[in-house]
């Protein structure tokens, strides 16, 4: 059909994430710090403990928190701040909801980590829907697609959390607004 397209860009950077790590791995190469687009995929360590990555603030120059990035474990963020258009003093991202055909609300940004072998691949899709499905919605679609680490930033500025993500974070400003999800 000519009218259709597609666009493989919702998980081409967590793909590539997958196939930089298994090439260099086929090289011998056991420790690296892969990122592509912002998706971060860890292969071994740095040096005698875990790499160290950041987790941009939607809204601020500089990390909205730090973790330490295990082997094998990638993170993903999708974000209404980099790709948008500001129309009337209201901010429109790249992110459609589906439910209604325009670009979602209510979110600046999810974080997610994911593991296993197609970390990477996952760390780019699975954020998506939890910023769809927004607030109300996110910890849900969280549980019911196995995402135990999450983060999500809502239009206010407060951070959502599940309990296994806020263990994994040391947030740069300690007055953040944090509230962790049953």
């Not at 697609?145 to 947030?171: C, I, N, S, W």
């Amino acid at each position: 059909n000519k009218a259709v397209q597609i666009d493989l860009g919702g998980y081409a950077k967590g793909y590539a994430l997958d196939r930089a790590a298994a090439i260099l791995k086929h090289m011998g190469v056991q420790d690296a710090l892969i990122n592509i687009g912002g998706n971060i995929l860890a292969m071994g360590t740095h040096g005698d403990r875990p790499w160290r990555v950041g987790i941009q603030h939607p809204r601020k120059p500089g990390p909205l928190a730090t973790l330490d990035l295990h082997d094998g474990e990638a993170i993903g963020t999708s974000g209404d701040y980099q790709r948008f258009f500001e129309l009337g003093g209201k901010r429109y991202c790249h992110l459609i909801d589906p439910r209604t055909g325009w670009p979602v609300q209510g979110v600046e940004a999810v974080t997610i980590i994911t593991r296993g072998p197609r970390a990477g691949v996952l760390a780019d899709a699975d954020p998506k829907p939890l910023f769809i499905a927004g607030v109300r919605g996110g910890r849900q679609a969280a549980r019911t697609m196995g995402v135990d680490e999450a983060l999500l930033v809502d239009d206010g500025g407060h951070v959502h959390l599940t309990p296994a993500m806020r263990k994994q974070l040391d947030f740069t400003d300690k007055n953040t607004a944090v509230e962790v999800e049953p």
